[in-house]
């Protein structure tokens, strides 16, 4: 079955009790035991929940791997997967790495005794050479945020493999709809839940997929012991998202790609980032390891003062964090992800005062391209819409 079927049709579109058309939420923290000798397959809902395990099973079949897990977070689901190291582990992460994972390593995990070497790992070389005797895993976000680095993934796998080491990617800006790490080598895939999969801008959720049943045990063990579970409401939230990813991955993609070229044509937009652009450094490795481009681009307007402006005068796309829902949602990473960065470590990797991340929803694009037109307008300046 092809992906579009695969989210509707995944085992749990039908509750086995009731055959409702859409699983219920199981409301339950406890499960009676019919028979002492014989329990069943739920005995306490930390452990395990018909309605958690519904998300489960269809993130696993999307992702093409043998377990999903469900969290309260996607950093509930990364940290939970960071707990598979011990004291004395060493990881390589990539140098631009969410703002939360990146706290993680550095104030928490550190403190526990587990190292991380932050790399560029668009480069393998470096990736190849920050490996030490006590390496044991490599952590990846491809596309990157908010400069859309493109990460290898095959030639990741490779080091890692001839190295023992785990491969961990952050698939939350691609989705499995364009980009399927499991299938490239890739050992495990987490998400926050809270952007395209869950979609509406309404619901917080982490999920994790294993690629092989060691994996999964030691995972569903972690989940259980460590119990940043995901509550029923929000599993529930997070399927019904789930149902409409692949059109909303289409659309929302379609439109990212005609904003993009409209985008670069524009006087006052000094850089677009966009995997989509033939131009961008890292479109030549995404054509081969993902089947699409997402809907998250970056631009360059030059000053924060622009950057300003256009943040006050736009009138569709919600100034917030996040990405990946219904509606567009605009954001400044100078003073949002990336504002407790050193100014200048932030400039050194390109992240500028003058740079606006666009996460492009389902909105009519003729609509999005007339307000920003109208939000970069310049007094002197006459501008051509572009359609
Ligand atoms: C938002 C995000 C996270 C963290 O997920 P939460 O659901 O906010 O905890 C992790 N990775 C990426 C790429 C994200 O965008």
Not at 78 to 102: E, K, P
Not at 144 to 171: M, W
Not at 238 to 266: D, S
Request: aromatic content about 8%; glycine content about 8%; proline content about 4%.
């Amino acid at each position: 079955m092809k992906f579009e079927t695969i989210t509707l049709h995944n085992g749990n579109e039908i509750d086995p009790y009731t055959g409702a058309a859409s699983i219920p939420i199981y409301q339950a923290s406890t499960y009676h035991q019919f028979s002492i000798d014989h329990p069943g397959v739920f005995d306490y809902a930390r452990s395990g929940n018909p309605t958690r395990q519904a998300l489960e099973n269809a993130i696993a079949k999307l992702e093409g791997g043998c377990r999903g897990f469900a969290f309260a977070s996607g950093m509930a689901a990364i940290s939970t997967v960071f707990l598979l190291f011990s004291r004395g582990d060493h990881l390589i992460v990539s140098q631009d790495v969410y703002g939360g994972t990146y706290r993680l390593l550095t104030q928490v995990l550190s403190r526990l005794g587990i190292e991380a070497t932050f790399v560029d790992t668009t480069d393998l070389k470096a990736v190849q050479e920050a490996i030490r005797p006590h390496t044991k895993g490599i952590y990846v976000e491809t596309p990157s945020n908010p400069l859309l680095k493109v990460s290898d993934l095959r030639g990741i796998v490779k080091i890692a493999r001839s190295h023992q080491l785990l491969t961990i990617v952050d698939n939350t800006f691609l989705t499995p709809y364009y980009q399927q790490p499991l299938a490239l080598g890739v050992d495990i895939v987490v998400h926050s839940a809270t952007k395209f999969i869950g979609g509406h801008s309404d619901v917080v959720a982490g999920l994790v997929v294993a690629r092989d049943e060691e994996i999964a045990e030691k995972l569903a063990f972690l989940q259980n012991s460590f119990g940043a579970i995901l509550g029923v409401q929000d599993a529930w939230l997070v399927l019904r998202g789930l149902k409409t990813l692949p059109v909303r991955m289409e659309t929302a993609t379609k439109n990212a790609e005609i904003l993009a070229c409209w985008l670069v044509q524009h006087p006052a937009v000094r850089q677009v980032y966009y995997t989509g652009l033939p131009s961008h450094e890292g479109h030549a490795i995404q054509e081969k390891q993902a089947k699409g481009h997402g809907a998250v681009l970056s631009f360059d307007v030059g000053s924060e003062e622009k950057a300003k402006r256009i943040l006050n005068k736009v009138r569709l796309p919600i100034v917030a964090v996040s990405l990946g829902a219904v509606e567009s949602i605009l954001s400044y990473p100078a003073r949002m992800s990336h504002a407790s960065m050193p100014r200048e470590v932030r400039l050194k990797y390109g992240i500028t005062d003058g740079l606006l991340r666009l996460s492009v929803g389902l909105e009519n694009v003729d609509d999005l391209i007339e307000d920003l037109a109208q939000a970069m307008e310049e007094k002197v300046s006459v501008l051509i819409s572009g359609k």
